[in-house]
T-cell receptor, first 117, second 117 residues
Framework: DAGVIQSPRHEVTEMGQEVTLRCKPISGHDYLFWYRQTMMRGLELLIYFNNNVPIDDSGMPEDRFSAKMPNASFSTLKIQPSEPRDSAVYFC???????????????FGAGSRLTVL | AQSVTQLDSQVPVFEEAPVELRCNYSSSVSVYLFWYVQYPNQGLQLLLKYLSGSTLVESINGFEAEFNKSQTSFHLRKPSVHISDTAEYFCAVSDLYSGGSNYKLTFGKGTLLTVNP
């Protein structure tokens, strides 16, 4: 398996533009997580899905952020409109729920580095 | 709510020296504990985990961590580090009894380990 695939790896955009980040989880994994990493706040969980259904989106900062998982092999995180404070590395991770915290054993993608000017 | 504190943001050491990266957590219930490692420009990878049983857990590359319930700590140690261990290390915690949300990992802010020749 190629692991968790994220695109784009780097995105530079201007304030007010729409940004779409994409993620392909590991085949067969039933959990998908979106994290944001910044120097100030560290790693923050934005939202996670189980079997394509959003379970907890309490970490989504505001209505400008939205995430979807239309099928088991694809998810998007969208920011509209983007702002400079959204600049961060966004990670997607997936996991398989087995007994004994299996769903906590996350496999991370390489991340999407977003810069909003 | 659970939280994780990594007391040291940076730890520089010389090659072959021992190292300890500190992690303390707070939670009102029993927990699972994890250490993840992030190499430059990559996503996080699981290093080791504590679920139950022996309080001392080991990784395949010589790291170990000990769960201390009374001190709510899960410090990471290695008796002799290599230059290739240079990376950022993240401690993470998950509640056992949060229903569906026990798959939610809370991460510390990370400790940058730099191994110098």
């Amino acid at each position: 398996d190629a692991g968790v695939i994220q695109s784009p790896r780097h995105e530079v955009t201007e304030m007010g533009q729409e940004v779409t980040l994409r993620c392909k989880p590991i085949s067969g994994h039933d959990y998908l997580f979106w994290y944001r990493q910044t120097m100030m706040r560290g790693l923050e969980l934005l939202i996670y899905f189980n079997n394509n259904v959003p379970i907890d989106d309490s970490g989504m900062p505001e209505d400008r952020f939205s995430a979807k998982m239309p099928n088991a092999s694809f998810s998007t995180l969208k920011i509209q409109p983007s702002e400079p404070r959204d600049s961060a590395v966004y990670f997607c991770a997936s996991s398989l729920s087995v007994r004994g915290a299996g769903a906590n054993v996350l496999t991370f993608g390489a991340g999407s580095r977003l810069t909003v000017l | 709510a659970q939280s994780v504190t990594q007391l040291d943001s940076q730890v520089p050491v010389f090659e072959e020296a021992p190292v300890e990266l500190r992690c303390n957590y707070s939670s009102s219930v029993s927990v699972y504990l994890f250490w993840y490692v992030q190499y430059p420009n990559q996503g996080l990878q699981l290093l080791l985990k504590y679920l139950s049983g022996s309080t001392l857990v080991e990784s395949i590359n010589g790291f170990e961590a000990e769960f201390n319930k009374s001190q709510t700590s899960f410090h990471l140690r290695k008796p002799s580090v290599h230059i290739s261990d240079t990376a950022e290390y993240f401690c993470a915690v998950s509640d056992l009894y949060s229903g569906g949300s026990n798959y939610k990992l809370t991460f510390g802010k990370g400790t940058l380990l730099t191994v110098n020749p």
